[in-house]
């Protein structure tokens, strides 16, 4: 079972794991198996990273849990309705838990009064997006071994 619910303190080394777990062993595509791009990328999901993100105001964090066990991470801005981060742990890979993580911030973002939500997408995630929705938002940026896609989602039905 799958839950998602806002992250605390508490969950600041669980998220740095997930995330930097997801994005060495499941983003590839992305860095080429490369150990400095690796180390690049994580370098900034560590505890404390997560800890004053947290303490950020107008950034919302949160923990997926698969059957009790961190499985993804996510955090999203009120500010401009961006995802900044959605991470699926790699033993959790294709259970679900990006979806419901996604599910979740987008319908955080359209309660908060927010129209369309923006992410940049990387390439590994780029498909999972579009199958979710998500269009492009501007042409890729190279990025590393591939591209980054910024996109974007209709969150209101238009009837405001
Ligand atoms: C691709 C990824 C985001 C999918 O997350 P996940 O938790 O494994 O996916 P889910 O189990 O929620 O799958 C949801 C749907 O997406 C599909 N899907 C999963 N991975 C996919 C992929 N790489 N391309 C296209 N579709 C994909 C699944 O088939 C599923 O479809 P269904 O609902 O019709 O059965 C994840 O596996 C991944 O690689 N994450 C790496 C971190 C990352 O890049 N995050 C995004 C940062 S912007």
Same mark, same amino acid.
């Given at each position: 079972? $799958?839950?998602?619910? /806002?992250?605390?303190?508490?969950? !600041?080394?669980?998220? *740095?794991?997930?995330?930097? &777990?997801?994005? =060495?062993?499941?983003?590839? $595509?992305?860095?080429? /198996?490369?150990?400095?791009?690796? !180390?690049?990328?994580? *370098?900034?999901?560590?505890? &404390?990273?997560? =800890?004053?993100?947290?303490?950020?105001?107008?950034?919302?964090?949160?923990?997926?849990?698969?059957?009790?066990?961190?499985?993804?991470?996510?955090?999203?801005?009120?500010?401009?309705?961006?995802?900044?981060?959605?991470?699926?742990?790699?033993?959790?890979?294709?259970?679900?838990?990006?979806?419901?993580?996604?599910?979740?911030?987008?319908?955080?973002?359209?309660?908060?009064?927010?129209?369309?939500?923006?992410?940049?997408?990387?390439?590994?995630?780029?498909?999972?997006?579009?199958?979710?929705?998500?269009?492009?938002?501007?042409?890729?940026?190279?990025?590393?071994?591939?591209?980054?896609?910024?996109?974007?989602?209709?969150?209101?039905?238009?009837?405001?």
């Amino acid at each position: 079972m $799958i839950n998602i619910r /806002d992250a605390t303190d508490a969950d !600041a080394e669980a998220m *740095s794991e997930v995330v930097t &777990a997801s994005i =060495r062993d499941l983003c590839s $595509i992305d860095h080429g /198996d490369d150990p400095r791009r690796i !180390a690049q990328w994580n *370098s900034n999901k560590t505890p &404390a990273h997560f =800890r004053r993100w947290l303490a950020t105001p107008g950034m919302r964090l949160f923990l997926a849990e698969r059957d009790g066990m961190p499985a993804g991470a996510g955090s999203l801005s009120l500010d401009d309705g961006v995802i900044q981060l959605a991470y699926v742990a790699p033993q959790h890979r294709s259970h679900g838990v990006t979806s419901a993580l996604l599910a979740h911030m987008e319908a955080v973002l359209r309660q908060a009064g927010i129209d369309t939500a923006r992410l940049i997408s990387t390439e590994t995630a780029h498909r999972f997006y579009v199958k979710a929705g998500w269009v492009a938002d501007g042409p890729p940026v190279p990025r590393m071994d591939a591209y980054s896609h910024p996109m974007r989602k209709q969150l209101a039905s238009g009837s405001a």
